[in-house]
Every structure is written in structure tokens, then in C-alpha cells.
């Protein structure tokens, strides 16, 4: 029992060992990012996976941090690759100009090579790469390789497949992203004017023509769909416009009007008082005048001689 104790324990060290060993040779390739220009990065409903997608004949750049923690001598970088799951390499090759990784620093690598749908086979397919660095022994004259280190396209999170769309794919990808931004930002509903509303609605017609054509891989026609939708749009949002601008100035005018016919009433009012002012002026100077008449006359018969 204890012999067969100790063999299960001596398994598990070894284990661990190998398990430690292998980190250690993992450690240094860094986290690796792919670059811009790309069409789309992050999660994808067709796919069900996190992918980066690049439009054919674009650049593509995937960056390679690579760290020397193993070696105080200097790390010798001759190569890094990437190895795709359609059977090609992608390689930024050192082999002229070995660049060394000092001890505990991290170099930057960068991998450059143009998508292309043909080597990537479909846009229906996902791909999968292994990042390699290859260490050699000198920075100068004949060299031997020391080591390879590899990181799967999956090693850290979030990771992302790899996706090249052709171009008619990749153009009517675009458009429809933009239509979305358009139908998002002004649905058809919110269109006051009639014609305008109309454009709209066979502008969303299109869009979906052109989503049902790009759904069957016909990309070709549902770009041109997408084109038709996207002037269509646009045609309703210049009607809507227009015809705004129409109304408010209309109601402009309606309100000008009658703020000049308020005015007029207003000065009418005005002039009607002034003459029932003037009015009552006239009616108290008269008033008035009967006062001294009436006291003049008093003055007079009290002051008038009396007779014997």
C-alpha cells in the first residue's frame, strides 16, 4: 500500500513538474492582438464566436509581444508565425537580421500579410492559427534553432477566429451596417410627410431584398440592394426636410399675421380710447363751464343792488 502510495505520488510530482515546464516555455509570447483596418471584431450571431473579420486584399496586422524571462544572455528571435488552419503560414521572418529580447524585457513583433478569400477558402469558415516564435542560438552567422514556442489562437480571452469576406461580401457588409445607422436613427414611422414616409418604406423593402440576397451568398446583388435602400433613404430624409422647412415657415407666417392683426386691433383699441378719453375731457370741460355759470350767476345775484 505505501509502495503504491509513494509510485502515485511520484506521478503527481512529475506532473506538476512537466505541468510547470511547459508554463514556463509558454510564457513568452505575450497576449496577441490583431489590428485595424479590419470590418468587424468581437462577437458574431453567424458564427456563434468571437471573430475578426478583414475585407479581401486588405492589411492585415496581428502584434506579437514576445518577453525574455529564461534567458539573461539575451533572447534570439529568428522568426514569428502564424500558423493558419487552411495549411499556410503567415511569417514575419528575422532570419537576415536576428533581433534579441534582453533579459526580463518585452519586444514587440509585428506579422503583416494581405487577407485574401481565396487562401481563407470561405467566409463561411472560421479559422483557427497557432502563433510560433522561433529561438535561435546567435544573432550572427550560421544558426540553430534552440526552441519553438507556441500560443493557440485561443490561449487568451476574449480570443477571435480568424474571417476573410470577398469584396462584393464585404462592401454589402458595410452597407448594411450603415442602413441599420439609418433606420435606427429615423425609423420609418417617424416620418411626417407622406412622400417621405414612402421612400422610406421602399427604402426598408430594399434592405431587406438585399439582407435576404447577402443570406443566400449572393453578395453581389444584395450590395446593389443595400445602394438602392441607402439613396432611397436618403431621398426621404431631404423630403422630410424640405417639408419641415415648409411648415415651419408657413407656421411662420401664420404667426406674423396674426401678430400684425393683433397689433392693428390693439392700436384700434388704443385709438378708441383716446377718444373716450378726449371724450370725457370734452364732457368735463362742459360739466365744468355749468360749475361757473352757475356760480357766477350766484355771485352776481348776491352782489346785484337791491332796490328801495
Known amino acids: 500500500m505505501k509502495k503504491r502510495n509513494a509510485v502515485l505520488l511520484c506521478i503527481s510530482l512529475c506532473t506538476l513538474i512537466s505541468m510547470l515546464a511547459f508554463s514556463s516555455a509558454q510564457a513568452h509570447i505575450e497576449r496577441f492582438t490583431w489590428l485595424p483596418p479590419y470590418l468587424g471584431k468581437g462577437y458574431d450571431d453567424h458564427y456563434g464566436e468571437n ?93 540553430e534553432i534552440v526552441d519553438t514556442w507556441s500560443r493557440p489562437w485561443n490561449y487568451w480571452g476574449p480570443s477571435y477566429l480568424f474571417v476573410v469576406f470577398s469584396v462584393d461580401q464585404a462592401d454589402a457588409y458595410d452597407l448594411s451596417q450603415e442602413y441599420d445607422a439609418y433606420a435606427n436613427a429615423y425609423p420609418t414611422w417617424s416620418f411626417n410627410n407622406i412622400n417621405a414616409s414612402q421612400l422610406a418604406g421602399e427604402a426598408s423593402i430594399k434592405a431587406s431584398l438585399g439582407e435576404m440576397y447577402y443570406a443566400r451568398g449572393e453578395y453581389a446583388l444584395g450590395k446593389t440592394q443595400y445602394e438602392s435602400a441607402l439613396d432611397l433613404y436618403s431621398q426621404a430624409l431631404a423630403a422630410e426636410a424640405t417639408w419641415e422647412t415648409k411648415v415651419e415657415e408657413a407656421e411662420l407666417e401664420i404667426a406674423l399675421t396674426e401678430a400684425e392683426a393683433n397689433m392693428a386691433t390693439a392700436n384700434a383699441m388704443l385709438r378708441e380710447a383716446d377718444a373716450v378719453v378726449n371724450q370725457s375731457y370734452a364732457w368735463i370741460l362742459f360739466g365744468l363751464g355749468f360749475v361757473l355759470m352757475g356760480i357766477a350767476a350766484i355771485v352776481y345775484a348776491y352782489r346785484k343792488p337791491k332796490t328801495s
Do not use: C, M
Not at 93 to 118: C, G, H, K, R
Open 51 to 143: 471573430v475578426v473579420i478583414y475585407k479581401h486584399g486588405s492589411a492585415v496586422t496581428l502584434v506579437v509581444p514576445v518577453r525574455n524571462h529564461l534567458y539573461p544572455n539575451g533572447l534570439n528571435v529568428s522568426k514569428v508565425i502564424v500558423g493558419f488552419d487552411w495549411g499556410q503560414n503567415k511569417t514575419l521572418d528575422l532570419t537576415a537580421n536576428i533581433e534579441q529580447v534582453a533579459y526580463q524585457e518585452t519586444e514587440i513583433f509585428t506579422v503583416s500579410f494581405t487577407a485574401s478569400a481565396t487562401e481563407a477558402v470561405s467566409s463561411e469558415w472560421a479559422h483557427e492559427y497557432t502563433i510560433y516564435v522561433e529561438h535561435v542560438n546567435a544573432t550572427t552567422g550560421p544558426t
